[in-house]
């Protein structure tokens, strides 16, 4: 080990001696003392359930209350859509509107049913800085996706336009696919399927007003991103799925593109007529 003294600094931590160099040293010490900050802000205020805000004991936690209100989705469901079934249908029986028009994905599956209180989650994630939420809500997709993620897998969020990127600082889609990735060392792709024009919100528009407001939305950054694609298997990740046309569009896209199967993981999805409605 070189001389301490001279070259640098030695600090003990709970494996044993470490030797950092000056500028290693100060930066260790000032993530330590940022961590003691965080701990002594987190006594000052003590961490609070994303859904009704009561005081509970660790960061990322539900109070008992919020758990008892989130429907998470469980079989039996639609094997393509994911919708959830108030019975089981058989083996590869799909739901009414898959049969009608197919989505141009392959298979969704949603953690969540979106209501009241998911809403709040996702709100709450969405608009205030409960980015610390993410590692919480790709658990929960990692579970209800695990039969379409493979190490091979390409984990891709659903893109914001750089203007609404700007106004709300981050992707809140691009934060759930990184946890995602963290989480299952899935190769993971962002900033490279984008979002070439800015549409209105999808909120208050009819399903065929959805469609066309997201046809043609989608591209890629420049010809290597899109090469990167070619052949791929792709799981596109958005926090809710209503009608699925804004996740339809953009497989059309990544599949034009040479992607060879288009898979959607989201945090909620809609249920019409709420749970067991069909
Ligand atoms: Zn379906």
Same mark, same amino acid.
């Given at each position: %080990? $070189? ?25 260790? %010490?000032?993530?330590?003392? #940022?961590?003691? @900050? ?5 006594? +000052? %205020? ?13 960061? *990322? ?8 209100? @989130?429907?998470? !989705?469980?079989? $039996?469901y639609c094997p393509r859509c994911g919708v ?8 590869g029986v799909e739901c009414p509107s898959c049969i009608?028009e197919p989505p141009d994905f392959e298979c969704a599956r949603? +953690? ?23 590692? %919480? ?16 897998? !390409? !984990?891709? $969020?659903?893109?914001? *336009?750089?203007?609404?990127?700007? @106004?709300?600082?981050? &992707? ?9 990735? /963290?989480?299952? &060392? ?24 959805? #469609? ?18 070619? =052949?791929? *298997? ?10 699925g ?15 060879? /199967?288009?898979d959607a ?9 709420? !749970? =067991?409605?069909?």
């Open positions: %080990m $070189p001389d301490a003294r001279l070259t640098g600094r030695v600090f003990l931590n709970a494996e044993g001696q470490g030797w950092f160099s000056d500028r290693e040293f100060d930066d260790l %010490m000032m993530k330590r003392a #940022k961590s003691v @900050a965080a701990s002594a802000l987190d006594l +000052a %205020m003590p961490p609070l359930c994303p859904v009704t805000q009561d005081e509970v004991s660790a960061i *990322h936690a539900l109070s008992a209350t919020a758990w008892a209100s @989130a429907h998470f !989705i469980e079989e $039996p959830p079934f108030a019975t089981d249908y058989g083996e009608a949603a +953690a969540l049913v979106y209501d009241d209180a998911s809403h709040r989650m996702i709100v709450g994630f969405k608009h205030s800085d409960r980015t610390e939420l993410a590692s %919480m809500f790709a658990r929960w997709m990692i579970r209800a996706g695990s039969a379409m993620i493979t190490s091979k897998s !390409i !984990i891709t $969020p659903i893109p914001l *336009h750089k203007r609404r990127l700007f @106004a709300r600082r981050y &992707n809140q889609s691009a934060l759930l696919v990184r946890e995602i990735a /963290r989480q299952t &060392n899935a190769p993971l792709s962002v900033g490279e399927f984008v979002r070439k024009r800015a549409t209105p919100p999808q909120k208050d528009l009819s399903r065929e007003g959805r #469609k066309r407001n997201v046809a043609g939305a989608f591209g890629f950054k420049n010809d290597t991103a899109t090469q990167q694609f070619r =052949g791929a *298997h792709v799981v596109l990740v958005d926090d809710v799925l209503t009608t046309a804004t996740l339809s569009a953009a497989a059309r896209a990544l599949k034009r593109a040479g992607a060879s /199967r288009v993981l989201v945090l909620a999805r809609v249920v019409k007529g709420g !749970i =067991g409605a069909i």
